[in-house]
Every structure is written in C-alpha cells, then in structure tokens.
C-alpha cells in the first residue's frame, strides 16, 4: 500500500498549497468549527490529495506525556512498533483515533494514539545518555525510517496533528475537529505537483511540540538536506516541510538560539541591509549568516509553525508566496488570503501583510504579539 | 660521446609570412620572445624550430601579414605510437633528461564538468531575477563554529557571545591561484593585485615571497609558505589576509619546484631571500614535515606568528586518498583547505608528473565534502576548488559539488595573452607574463590587464548570477554543495557515485 510512506522515486515531494493559523493569546480554546471553515475558502489551493490540521491545548489531561499519532498500514506493522514503545516507553493510554466516516474520505490507514514517556531504564542508556526529547526524536526517526508501513505523525505534548489524504474541511469532518478543543490551530491544503497523496505527505508536519504547515518550494533543499544529515537528522519523508522543521528544532531546541533569531537564519537579511547595522547588531547577524548559510531557506514559502509557547507566520526573504495577518482582540489570524480570515473574523482590529521575511510572532506568555512582522502605518 | 649535428624533431609550427603584405617594420622580430624573426636584409626571415604559436606575433602584426600553421609534414599516424611520445624519445635520447613544461596537462581525459547539467526553476518554484533582485555571492572563508553562542544585553538585545574565528570576505566566490613572482612576472602579480582590489577578493603570492610594490595591497593578499621558505619572515607573515602552507600542486603533487638561477635576479634575490642567480629549490617535502602531526605544527606556529589574526590555509594536490588526507588536514587544524586537481597549471613541472598523477578536482571535491560531513567537520574549514576552472560554469558546478570557493590560475594568464603555449619554464614568454626579461615584461601593463582581469570575473559573477535566479536562489549560500541542483550525463554509475550526483531524468 501506498498510503503511509513516500515510496515514490522523487528525491522529494513537492507542492503549492492554502493555510492558515488562529491563536488566541491568552489560551482560551476554541473548537475546530472556526479552523475548518477558514481553510475551506481556500478550497482552490488544494486538489484533494492532502489536508490537515494540528491543535495545541487538545490533551490537558495529559499534558505531560508525548502524544503519539501513528498511522499504520496493517496490524502487522502496528504490532512491531508496539513492541518497540512497550520496550522503551511506559505507555498511559492509547486508543484508536476517534474518526467519522464520512462519504468524501474512503481510503484511509488505521490511525491510533498513544500517551506515553520514555522509561528511564530504557535498553539505549547503555550506550548514551539522552533527555528525554531527544530520545523521543530518534523513537520517531528510527519508526520513520525502518518500521515498514508504520508512521508517527505526531508526537509532542498536550497537541496533535491531524490530517490525511483529502480536503481539509473533509479531513475536519473525518476526524470531527468540532469536537476537538485548543488555543491554537493550523491548518492546510495541498496540491503536490510530484506524488499523488500519501497519508504521511500531508501537513502538518510535526517533530516533538514543532509543527509546521508550509505553502512553498524550497530551492535550497539539496543544501538544507545535507546540513541537516550532518546533525544526524534523518530526512526520510524527502519533503521541505519535514526540512524546515528539523531546522528550527537544531536552531532552536539544540543550539538554543531565541526564536527570533532562529527566524533570521530561515529568511536572512541581505548583506546590503546587515552592512548598514551598526557595531554588535552588523557582527552578530553577518556571523548567523557566516555560521548557518546552510539553513537559509530559499525560494518561495510561507509558513506557519506552532511551538510549546506560541505560533510564527512568515514569509520567505523576497516574498515570493502570499500571506496575511489580522488580529481581533486575543486572537491573531494568518492565511494565504485575506478571505480565509473574514470567513472567521469579519471585521479584525487590524490586518496587514507581513513583509518579506519579517515574522510574525505570538507568544503566549507575554500575552500579546510582540512583534509584527511589517505592519506598516500603525 | 659526440653531441650529433641534427635533431630527430621537426619544427612543430611554421611561422608563415605574407612577403607581399609586410611592410618590414620588424614588430614580429620585437614582439617574439623567441627568436623566431630576423631581418635578412630585405625581408623577414622565420626560423621555424623556435615557434611555439604563442601568437603575439600575429596579433601585433599591423599588416595581418603572419599566419601560424601547424607544420604539414607528417610523422606517419600510428594510433599507438603517437607523435607525442615519438618525439618525447627523440627528445630524451638526444638530452638524457626529464621533459619539462608549463601549464597543465594536454592530455585528453575526461572532463566531468562537461558531463554535469545544472538545473533550473519551472513553474512549482519561481525564478528569481537577478537584475532586479538582490543575488548574493559574497562568500567567507576560514572556520566556521557549529553553532552560534551568544549572550542578551543589558536593553535584552541578542549578542554574539564568542568572537568568530578570522574570516576571508569574498564578494564573489573566486580567488587568484598562486603564482610566485619569479614563475611569473612582477607586472603580471600587478595586475592581479590591481584587479583583487577592485573586486574585493585575493590573489595569492605563490612561494616567491611578497615584492614591496604589492605590500599595499595587503588586504588582497594571501601569502603562502611552502617547502623552500622563500621570502619568509614574519612581516610578510602578517602582510596578507590569511596564510597558506602549500604541501602540494596538482600539476606536480610529491614533487617540489626548481627556479633556475639564471631567473634570479636582484629583485626576485631580494623578495626571495636568497643570493643572486642561486638556484632556488623548493624540496618536495617540507623538512619539517613528514606526518601530519608536523603539518599541525606550523599550522599552529603560522598562527602564533599572526596572533591567531588569520585563517591559515592549506593547499594540496588532489591525489586517490584525498578525502582522508582532507579530513586530517581539517583535523590539524586549517581553516581553508586548498584543493588543486590534476589539470591544473604550473611554471614547469615534469611531463610524467603532470600528465600521469593525481585525480580530477570534481571527484576530489565530491569525495572530500562528503566525508568531512559524514564526519561532521565540514564547517571546520572552506574549501578551494582549483585545477583548470575554464568558466563560470565550472565555477557553478564545483561550488554545487561543495567547494566555497574556486581559484583561478591559468584563466587569469589567458586575460593578459596567455595562448597555453607550455612553455612557461623557459622564461621567455612574448607576453610578459613568465618570463623576467625586463623588455618582455615591460609590455604587460598592469593596469590595462587588470582592468581585463576585473572585467572577466565580473563577467563571470554576473553569469553565476543569472544561474542562481535560474534555480530560485538568490544567495551562493543556497547553491554551495547542493548536488541536488546537478545532474549526469554521460556517466558511469561509478562515476556518478563518486560525484555524489544523479543522472539525467532521475
């Protein structure tokens, strides 16, 4: 079967797509009514063959355990993966996936959950000492890569991506989102151009807490892929999303940088505007340049990546890909178009197109967005 | 035994004259540095033998009244026995010796960057204009730290924690090979230096010690050190932007250099460092080095010498185990390793050398970036590519296949008239370029080679441009060792392996 992994023989997958994000600053949840019909006016982004969506603040009860999704080929595959997790994780719960049948989604792998930790006498502390992060990004890699028919697609804390082969506003349907509660929701709609839909090529994309919903081509995969095999990440789904996200997580989990800085790598500014900045500020962003060239994402995207404390839409360092931002109260809303946020929001506070590679970043602790990115005339 | 009176070898060329045009200024008999021309009383005299068609007699004849041929009369064809290696015989049976010449090799092997394509954006991504967007080239070298440790101010601002280690600030990824003043002439380093600074890149003195004229332009400068410690001391140490210790060129890799004494005159005694009309013998090893850990040392005693102020650069001939080598000199601690493949130049080095040792720079390369990311120490250093890059293309594709930067060496002596005769040993270039003689050197102006030199890598940045806005990039950062963007043709699936690059259509 072709639905979980790409076995295509592209170097990688490639597609156009419609996405859009809402976050409510203080963290009062709303259930996926409002996501859904957002993404479902950018219908005409997409052309079936892959929607999803992830949600933050899904699993308050168990909000200290990762959260696996898996979706499995056959009961074969789901039986040797739950051997590794019983092997390496104390697994809380796991349950079958809540999903609907509805008459749009007819074909789908068998989808099921798991709550768990990594136990702490766990066979690989013979060899290193890992956190438990870490561990739990090589569990997803090693199931990626070598368990056939089996693919974790998501895995952080009190979140969850949800997403398949189909439009989004079926795949809402299919996993009832109206049901679901969270803080903060993105969604997306594809139109790969190379493969035809596989369940794993779907957005979002997600590793740990990260996850990414993209609408772009990365002309700087080839580089991105190899910067990121020398960190040992393993960039088996051959998508940009799964590239961009691995970036973040070296950027900011293992090299700590803060996010903002982080952004500045993904879409740098040219060397005309880092030569203008004085003493510190020129030094401090020609070294990021000079250190982490590798990760410049380059070529057209937008993206929209959620995170433990927040969310980040932007643009690529000429934007080449649309993207819009309007915020309402607590709430802030991003989209490919200005239509998808009216459909939710008729009359924001403010909406604005965030400049080329300027981010728009909404954290929740500070309670209100701090930066945004090229609001002009505020 | 007795020196026969007649030679086996026929002249290669025959330098023809059109007795109707010429006028009889005798510029051929001036410009040819040779002695090919004379004067026979009434008309131009050619002694064929001496004709190497370096072409600066025809293009400085006013009348058009010279024509160069190849010389008719045959060695009879034998696909086996060719003439070269007939005449190589004759050569060595009438001389006993070595058979010496300059530039890189004439032999006919495969050149992999003909066979690699390069891609470009169709619809999915967009292409990028590069007259009217930003298209970065500028390119550092020197080590780069994994990862970026910085501190928050006191106003909360991010800062850089660590200061970064030297770095070379290129604005477009090329570098002038080495080439010593005494390989080369002074006026011909001139116009390198003159054509670096204008581009905001480096030229490189070759182990021929720095001449005071080009002392100022420090900031463009690489000074090297090789076996022969020529002009060494710690003045000229600090003189440039960054140090190279030269262990190897592709042209001549395990072997050293020999400049005759008879090129030695005062100037190049003084910048050498050594008594006039000395020969100057550079050995094939360092004497100081004969493992790696001795490389490690000068590395670090270079950079004692230069306050830790400057990358040290280490260059090597491309050879079958290059990647480990490479690995060990990043390992010892070069910032800049210095890659020169088999088809590169030199100002005289041994056929059998040049024609027979080392491996081609796109292999090399392929198999060094990859082993030093499988070994995670790729940032460690930058590399150079070098050993015959032809154009911008090659350019393009060796940066692809993971090099920071290309070197330019025999490219930049075609700028100023070079016609890759190979005779550069014998120091008597027409064009002023590999030769001392005060009167052939004094026609190569600096200025006016210069100003071609800027243009020609102006020209090609602009083609290296238009190539990146072609694949939906707009910074070199993008392009740098991304196979992805190459393909093959024509190509083994040994070869493509070794490359690191998938063919055509796939």
């Known amino acids: 079967m072709l639905r979980t992994k790409n076995k295509f023989s592209t170097e990688r997958d490639i597609s156009g797509c419609g996405l859009c994000g809402i976050i409510n600053a203080k963290k009062v949840k709303t259930n996926g009514s409002d996501i859904k019909k957002s993404i479902s006016v950018e219908h005409d982004r997409g052309n079936g063959l892959g929607g999803g969506f992830a949600v933050y603040g899904n699993y308050p009860d168990y909000a200290e355990l990762y959260a696996f999704h898996i979706m499995y080929d056959s009961l074969s595959a789901k039986a040797d993966v739950e051997e590794y997790l019983k092997n390496n994780f104390i697994i809380e719960k796991e349950e079958t996936i809540p999903t609907f049948n509805t008459s749009k989604i007819y074909d789908h792998p068998y989808l099921h959950r798991y709550f768990i930790k990594p136990k702490s006498n766990r066979p690989d502390k013979l060899f290193h000492e890992l956190g438990d992060d870490d561990f739990v990004v090589n569990s997803v890699m090693l199931i990626n890569q070598n368990y056939d028919g089996a693919y974790v697609f998501s895995s952080g804390k009190n979140m969850g991506a949800f997403k398949g082969v189909g439009y989004p506003e079926d795949i809402a349907d299919f996993y009832r989102l109206e049901e679901i509660e969270g803080y903060m929701w993105t969604a997306h709609n594809r139109f790969p151009t190379n493969t035809p839909g596989w369940w794993g090529g779907a957005h979002p994309f997600t590793l740990l807490d990260w996850s990414i919903v993209h609408n772009g081509e990365i002309s700087s995969y080839g580089i991105n892929k190899r910067y990121l095999e020398m960190y040992k990440y393993n960039l088996a789904l051959r998508t940009d999303t799964e590239a961009i996200t691995y970036i973040l997580d070296l950027l900011i989990r293992k090299h700590k940088l803060p996010v903002r800085l982080a952004l500045t790598v993904l879409a740098s500014p040219f060397y005309q505007k880092i030569d203008k900045m004085d003493g510190d500020k020129k030094e401090l962003y020609t070294a990021l340049r000079q250190i982490y060239g590798s990760a410049l994402l380059n070529g057209p995207f937008a993206i929209v990546f959620g995170y433990a404390n927040g969310m980040v839409a932007m643009n690529d360092r000429i934007k080449l890909r649309p993207l819009v931002a309007a915020s309402m109260g607590d709430f802030t809303y991003v989209a490919s178009e200005e239509a998808a946020i009216r459909a939710v929001c008729q009359n924001p506070d403010i909406v604005w197109s965030p400049k080329a590679g300027e981010p728009v970043i909404v954290e929740f602790e500070e309670k209100n967005i701090h930066q945004k990115g090229g609001l002009i005339g505020l | ?506």
Not at chain 2, 95 to 108: A, D
Not at chain 2, 332 to 357: L, Q, R, S
Request: hydrophobic share 40%.
């Open chain 2, 1 to 506: 035994m007795t020196k026969s009176s007649f030679s086996n070898i026929q002249s290669e060329y025959l330098a023809l004259i059109d007795q109707n045009k010429c006028v009889r200024c005798k510029r051929c008999i001036q410009n040819c540095g040779w002695g090919t021309y004379s004067f026979g009383g009434d008309k131009i005299i050619s002694d064929h033998s001496k004709c190497v068609a370096c072409g600066r007699c025809y293009t400085y004849c006013p009348e058009g009244a010279i024509s160069i041929v190849k010389n008719p009369t045959i060695i009879r064809e034998n696909a086996n026995w060719k003439e070269g290696l007939i005449k190589n015989i004759w050569r060595q049976s009438e001389t006993g010796g070595i058979v010496i010449s300059g530039m890189g090799t004439t032999f006919k092997y495969k050149k992999y960057f003909d066979h690699i394509l390069l891609d470009a954006c169709q619809v999915t991504n967009p292409s990028i204009d590069p007259l009217r967007e930003p298209m970065e080239l500028r390119t550092y070298l020197g080590k780069k730290p994994s990862r970026l440790d910085i501190d928050i101010d006191v106003n909360g601002e991010p800062v850089l924690k660590s200061k970064m280690p030297p770095q070379i600030e290129l604005q477009t990824p090329f570098v002038f090979g080495a080439m010593s003043y005494g390989s080369i002439s002074l006026n011909a380093q001139k116009a390198m230096a003159l054509a670096a600074r204008a581009l905001g890149i480096v030229m490189n003195t070759g182990e021929g010690g720095l001449h005071d004229d080009l002392v100022p332009f420090g900031k463009n400068i690489i000074v090297q050190v090789a076996s022969g410690r020529f002009g060494v001391h710690r003045d000229y140490l600090n003189s440039g932007v960054a140090v190279e210790i030269k262990i190897g060129q592709g042209a001549k890799p395990g072997i050293g250099g020999h400049l005759p004494g008879e090129k030695i005159g005062v100037d190049i005694s003084r910048t050498r460092m050594i008594p006039v009309g000395t020969d100057a013998i550079s050995p094939a090893p360092h004497h100081d080095i004969y493992s790696i850990e001795d490389l490690r040392q000068l590395i670090y005693a270079v950079k004692e010498a230069t306050g830790y102020e400057k990358p040290v650069s280490v260059k090597v001939a491309a050879v079958h185990n290059i990647a480990a080598i490479v690995s060990g000199i990043v390992r010892a601690g070069a910032d800049i390793v210095y890659i020169d493949g088999y088809t590169g130049g030199t100002g005289a080095a041994p056929n059998i050398i040049k024609d027979h040792v080392g491996i081609p720079i796109e292999i090399a390369l392929a198999q060094v970036d990859e082993r030093l990311r499988e070994e995670g120490i790729r940032s460690e250093a930058s590399i150079i590519a070098a050993g015959s890059i032809r154009s911008s293309a090659d350019a393009i594709k060796a940066i692809a296949l993971g090099a920071d930067a290309v070197a330019i060496g025999t490219a930049a002596l075609i700028v100023m008239g070079c016609h890759v005769c190979g005779k550069c040993n014998t120091g008597n270039c027409s064009w002023g370029i590999t030769t001392q003689r005060p009167e052939l050197v004094r026609r190569l102006d600096p200025e006016v080679y210069g100003e071609r030199l800027y243009n020609l890598i102006s020209a090609w940045s602009h083609e290296i441009q238009e190539v990146l806005g072609a694949m939906g990039v707009n910074s070199i950062d993008s392009l740098r060792g991304s196979r992805e963007r190459l393909r093959g043709v024509e190509l083994t699936d040994a070869e493509l392996k070794a490359l690191g690059i998938k063919h055509a259509g796939l």
